[in-house]
């Protein structure tokens, strides 16, 4: 199994936002719907080892998020919705970080900032990004190294037309090729060639399949 959540319970103070007692997520893409403010970011980040939670999220059937978050994270890539960097580094700066901690290759770099025009602007300071740029960064670094899971947070919003098609073959291409599985959230509908396995809808603080068959959306 992918992933799996025993006794998972994330609250704000007294608030409680999720709550999933025993879920088993396989291997595949997976497309995780909700209405605003219903937790799918607070999902995300908690999977991605960033904010705390109750009970147990186990990797790959052996690797522990909170027994050994060092393992856990070096598998696990995350693309936040809308990434806060420290505004007077510049894009390069970024890469070169993750490049190390990710034992990412130089061959994979070019791929991934030729595929979405970024070599112009690397240096620039962060502060002059604009959203767009600022998410392609984000995403770049969230496809360095080898992951066994991605996880983007609203990975297609403020990308141009160019930006979402490649963005959505990377999606297709590393699943098909390098067997990496992705946790999507999306409000808008999916790029139809992302071959999505499992819908899931964030309801009631849980996660409720809207599919229970692989292919069918
Ligand atoms: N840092 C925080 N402190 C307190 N409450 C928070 C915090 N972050 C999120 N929340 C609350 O947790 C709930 C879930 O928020 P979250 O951002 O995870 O939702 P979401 O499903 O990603 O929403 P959206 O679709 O609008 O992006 C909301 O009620 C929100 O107000």
Redesign the pocket.
């Known amino acids: 199994m992918m992933l799996q959540f025993h006794n998972f319970a994330k609250a ?1 103070g007294v608030q409680p ?1 999720l709550q999933i007692e025993k879920l088993a997520l396989p291997s595949g893409i997976h497309w995780i719907q ?1 209405d ?7 999902l995300l980040k908690a999977l991605a080892g960033l904010i705390h939670f109750k009970g147990t999220v186990l990797l790959d059937g052996d690797i522990d998020l909170k027994k050994q978050p060092l393992a856990y994270r070096k598998r696990v890539n995350f693309a936040e ?1 809308e990434a806060a960097f420290p505004l007077f580094l510049n894009g390069q700066d970024m890469i070169k970080l993750f490049m190390k901690a990710k034992n990412a290759t130089q061959e994979q770099l070019w791929a991934l900032i030729n595929g979405f025009g970024m070599s112009d602007y690397l240096t620039q300071p962060l502060s002059s990004y604009s959203a767009g740029m600022l998410k392609k960064l984000s995403l770049v670094l969230a496809f360095l190294g080898k992951p066994s899971l991605l996880l983007l947070d609203e990975p297609f919003i403020t990308l141009d037309q160019q930006a979402i098609e490649q963005l959505a073959h990377w999606i297709k291409e590393r699943h098909e090729q390098q067997q990496i599985n992705f946790i999507l959230t999306s ?1 808008q509908a999916i790029p139809s060639n992302v071959p999505i396995d499992y819908t899931f809808k ?1 309801i009631n603080q849980g996660l409720t399949p809207l599919n229970s068959a692989y292919g069918i959306r």
């Open positions: 704000y936002v909700g605003n403010g219903t937790g799918k970011s607070t919705s409000h964030l």
